[in-house]
């Protein structure tokens, strides 16, 4: 989506996502449930290398409301870009800057 409000959302995003993650990492996977309205489920884990299997990340609690907030925040975004029925999404990210987001309805 180019629209500025949702790259800044998904930056800060990003931006908390690289704070949990120990400097071995490659690849990072945060998955993302909205069971309801106020209720938010994050997975993180990452890849040591592209082969490797993942491990599991968590959050540090201090950083968990922080992390929820920012989550709903481009889950917003999503829905604003005409995905009212996204039930969570599935983001990735790669040391070398590729990126992707899957909607999940």
Known sequence: MPDPQYRRRLQDLTDMLLMTLPASWQEVTLRTGFPSGTSTS?????????RSQETSVSIPTPMTPDFARAARAVLA???LAGNPGCQGYVFRLSKSGKSSLDVEY
């Open 42 to 50: 994050l997975e993180i884990s990452f890849r040591g290398s592209l």
């Open 77 to 79: 975004e999503l829905v």
